[in-house]
């Protein structure tokens, strides 16, 4: 059975390849910029992973499809990607001695076999109070520009960080352990799962 991740970060591609996966990679034609309308946060990531799986899966429909979306929030409001340094700035500077919630979603999907199963995870991340310097350098040294929040937390970013509640690999940008569990209740066959375990 090929699998396909619908999407273009390199994060999670690492992710995957860490747990043995192969994979190819094609990259979804999704509108990243919808507006929030009346949904949750985790409805709202919910819903552009399913589009992202989807999407590919309509061209690919014999193969298991995986789309993500990971988004950052602060009270109500998401911290997406930062349009310059700028805003890049500000958005740390938001984060900054606070804690906030990076929400991954996940949609599992193969239209050949009815599959469609999406989940989310959700992780609280803390911040130490940043300094302006800490601000700029990461700003200007690490590019994040690609990054929900305005960091990348496998980067030099780690040290803005004072403690994390829920999955790591969730806060880079996909959730191992999550996704491992969720193929088994649906019971997709994963190399590193065993026959027994998909009863």
């Known amino acids: 059975m090929q699998w396909i991740l619908a999407s273009s ?5 690492q992710l995957l390849e860490t747990i043995d996966l192969k994979f190819d990679i094609v990259h979804p034609n999704v ?4 507006p929030f309308l009346d949904l949750s946060p985790s409805e709202f990531c ?10 590919v899966s309509e ?10 979306d990971t988004i950052v929030i602060k009270g109500k409001k998401i911290m997406g990607k930062p349009k310059n340094r700028t805003d890049a700035i500000t958005i740390l500077q938001r984060l900054s001695g606070c804690t906030h919630q990076v929400i991954t979603g996940v949609s599992i999907q193969c239209e050949i076999s009815d599959v469609h199963h999406t989940f989310y995870e959700s992780t609280d991340v803390t911040f130490k109070d940043l300094s302006q310097s800490e601000i700029e350098h990461y700003v200007d ?5 690609d990054k929900a929040g305005s960091y990348g937390i496998q980067d030099f970013s780690a040290i803005f960080v004072s403690s994390i509640q829920g999955c790591y690999h969730n806060v880079v940008g996909f959730p191992l352990s999550r996704f491992s569990t969720e193929l088994a209740k649906i019971g997709i066959f994963a190399p590193w799962l065993t026959k027994n375990i998909l009863k």
């Open 46 to 55: 919910c819903m552009l992973a399913d589009l992202k799986a989807k999407h």
């Open 9 to 13: 970060s390199p994060r999670r591609k």
């Open 141 to 145: 040294c690490y590019s994040p520009f």
């Open 31 to 34: 509108n990243e910029s919808l």
């Open 59 to 68: 061209s690919y429909p014999e193969s298991i499809v995986i789309g993500a």
